[in-house]
């Protein structure tokens, strides 16, 4: 069954570095996004992309937050400058359309100390 | 602003006894609603998109069910491999938004 790839799976980095989180959606969905849960929370949406632009994006995703399909099979999320608290498991995941249920992936446990 | 409650926040049942989650939700202008697995240290699972009130999924011992303020997940005859936490989603209709709302989820533990 196809499935999506997120690297690495645990990330520890300092205060006020930058991190990139590494996703490969199933090849043929052309919709991406981007969730996190902070443990003991619930799963909150970051962002969606399409067509190699943001199509919507929540509160959460301020200037510090970016994403990018460097390639075509590739999506990342960078966080440019990571407070203590972007500590979460990031999700990507991807679809076929909008509507309907997403694939997610493994995630990422991102660290900041 | 949309919100999704579920209940109860964890549910231990005896192997083989059946049981109900439940999620609440309030949307304006529901396009669907997800049911989802989750086991420790991964990612949601997908398990069942319900679009309207009525209607019914069902795969092996799980079947979600929708009315228009909440939604149900049976479990007939549970297996310790059911054991999971049991997340619900829903997908408001409004123009060009497609971002889920997720509840805190229902922990699920099956003792043999």
């Known amino acids: 069954e196809p499935e999506v790839t997120q690297t690495p799976s645990h990330q520890v980095t300092q205060m006020g570095q930058e991190v990139i989180l590494r996703c490969v959606p199933i090849s043929n969905h052309l919709y991406f996004y981007w969730y996190r849960q902070i443990l003991g929370q619930k799963v909150e949406f970051l962002v969606s992309f399409y067509n190699n632009e943001i199509s919507e994006k929540s509160e959460i995703f301020d200037d510090q937050f970016s994403v990018e399909r460097p390639d075509g099979s590739n999506f990342t999320l960078k966080i440019r400058s990571t407070k203590l608290e972007d500590s979460a498991m990031y999700f990507c995941a991807s679809s076929e359309a909008p509507e309907g249920g997403y694939t997610f992936g493994s995630g990422t446990r991102l660290t900041v100390v | 602003e949309d919100q999704v409650t579920q209940s109860p926040e964890a549910l231990r049942l005896q192997e083989g006894e059946s049981s109900s989650l439940n999620c609440s939700y309030t949307v304006s202008g529901l396009r669907g609603l997800f049911w989802y697995r989750q086991d420790p240290g991964k990612g949601p699972e997908f398990l069942f998109t319900l679009y309207s009130a009525g209607e019914e999924k069902e795969k092996e011992r799980l079947k979600a069910t929708l009315t228009k303020k909440e939604s149900f997940l049976h479990i007939t005859a549970p297996k310790p491999e059911d054991s999971a936490t049991y997340l619900c989603?829903?997908?408001?209709?409004?123009?060009?938004?497609?971002?889920?709302?997720f509840g805190k989820g229902t922990k699920l533990s099956v003792i043999p």
């Open positions: 989603a829903v997908q408001a209709r409004r123009a060009g938004s497609y971002q889920l709302t």
